[in-house]
Nanobody, 121 residues
Framework: QVQLVESGGGLVQPGGSLRLSCAAS????????MAWYRQAPGKERELGAR???????NYDDSVKGRFTISRDNAKNTVYLQMNSLKPEDTAVYYC???????????????WGQGTQVTVSS
C-alpha cells in the first residue's frame, strides 16, 4: 500500500554530480524521517544522510560537505544532491522512510528498490 520509487542513478566521472529522487506514494498519512542509505559491493548497508519532517539534517562524515539531502513534503519526495563524487561513492543507493499510513494507523519503515551509482573514469 506504500511504495518508494527512486530515480537518478547512473554512471558519472570522478568530480561529477548526480541528483537522486525518491517519491513515496500510497496510503500515506504523514512521513517523519526520510533517509538515503548506500551499499557498496561486499559491504553492509550504511546511512548516508537523513532529514526529519521539520528539515533538520544529519550526514555521515564520508559525505558531509559534498552531499545535500532535501525534501518536498507536499510531494512526499526526498532528494540527494551529490557533488564532487569519488570512486568510493560507488554503491546502490536506497531510499528509506518512516511512514504513518492511513491503514489503521500502521507505522513502519519502508525501502525503495535501490538505484545504482557508479563513479568511474
Amino acid at each position: 500500500q506504500v511504495q518508494l520509487v527512486e530515480s537518478g542513478g547512473g554512471l558519472v566521472q570522478p568530480g561529477g554530480s548526480l541528483r537522486l529522487s525518491c517519491a513515496a506514494s500510497g496510503s500515506i498519512f504523514s512521513i517523519n524521517v526520510m533517509a538515503w542509505y548506500r551499499q557498496a559491493p561486499g559491504k553492509e548497508r550504511e546511512l548516508g544522510a537523513r532529514i526529519v519532517s521539520g528539515g533538520i539534517t544529519n550526514y555521515d562524515d564520508s559525505v558531509k560537505g559534498r552531499f545535500t539531502i532535501s525534501r518536498d513534503n507536499a510531494k512526499n519526495t526526498v532528494y540527494l544532491q551529490m557533488n564532487s563524487l569519488k570512486p568510493e561513492d560507488t554503491a546502490v543507493y536506497y531510499c528509506n522512510a518512516d511512514i504513518l499510513t492511513q491503514y489503521r494507523g500502521y507505522r513502519g519503515y519502508y525501502w525503495g528498490q535501490g538505484t545504482q551509482v557508479t563513479v568511474s573514469s
